[in-house]
């Protein structure tokens, strides 16, 4: 079963204004962390904010905030003031505690691309 | 520090030679990851290194691959017998050990097996 959901392949936005990119996730454990990455076309994969599922508040970082809602285990990020820098795939993903090694491992969404428009 | 050091950043093959592809992570971090990213997918897990212990590896590490990390700096994952499948992205993440939060990625090496 997919573990980390995200429905829009593709986002517009016009520059200076807000947008909203869904994530949704399934684990049943109790203690998970919750991530957004940022990657542009040049490849690398940056980290923009982190909420973990114990947090009693929302993550903000700059412009970016998530909007954790755990009952229904979504955890949406939005981007306020959008900027044409801000063109790019966008990763939600899910700190998972493997049974093997005890090692920490991320799963991804299949990312949304984000397009500023001008 | 200049982060997360993926080298080549591109590598172009044949079907069947061997690549062996370098990562050096930030400095004081223990731990490093590789992931596989193709083409309209995210990122997916593919080993796990915590200092020079290899602790984890995916389904999707067939016997062909193989990942080291000697002195528990930096790693090399190599891919033996290259398959036209092997096309993708490889991305090293590292962090620290009680990280709690991000990994730091580096650029990526692209790898396509023509």
């Known amino acids: 079963a997919q573990k980390i959901t995200q429905t829009q392949p593709g986002m517009f936005v016009q520059e200076k204004e807000a947008v909203t990119l869904d994530c949704t996730y399934d684990?049943?454990?109790?203690?998970?962390?919750l991530f957004w990455y940022k990657q542009p076309s040049s490849g690398e994969m940056i980290f923009l904010i982190y909420?973990?599922?114990?947090?009693?508040q929302n993550a903000t970082e700059g412009r970016y905030s998530l909007n954790f809602q755990k009952a229904r285990k979504s955890a949406n990020l939005v981007i306020s003031a959008s900027q044409l820098g801000d063109s790019a795939m966008y990763f939600c993903a899910m700190r998972e505690l493997s049974s093997q090694g005890g090692s920490e491992k991320l799963v991804f969404g299949k990312g949304t691309k984000l397009t500023v428009n001008p | 520090d200049t982060g997360v050091s993926q080298d080549p950043r591109h590598k172009i093959t044949k079907r069947g030679q061997n690549v062996t592809f370098r990562c050096d992570p930030i400095s004081e971090h223990n731990r490093l990851y590789w992931y596989r990213q193709t083409l309209g997918q995210g990122p997916e897990f593919l080993t796990y290194?915590?200092?020079?212990?290899?602790?984890?590896k995916s389904r999707l590490l067939s016997d062909r691959f193989s990942a080291e990390r000697p002195k528990g700096s930096f790693s090399t994952l190599e891919i033996q017998r290259t398959e036209q499948g092997d096309s993708a992205m490889y991305l090293c993440?590292?962090?620290?050990?009680?990280?709690?939060?991000?990994?730091?990625f580096g650029q990526g090496t692209r790898l396509t097996v023509v």
């Open positions: 909420q973990g599922s114990y947090d009693q």
């Open positions: 684990t049943s454990d109790p203690s998970y962390g």
């Open positions: 290194f915590q200092n020079e212990a290899q602790l984890e």
């Open positions: 993440a590292s962090s620290l050990e009680d990280h709690g939060t991000e990994a730091f």
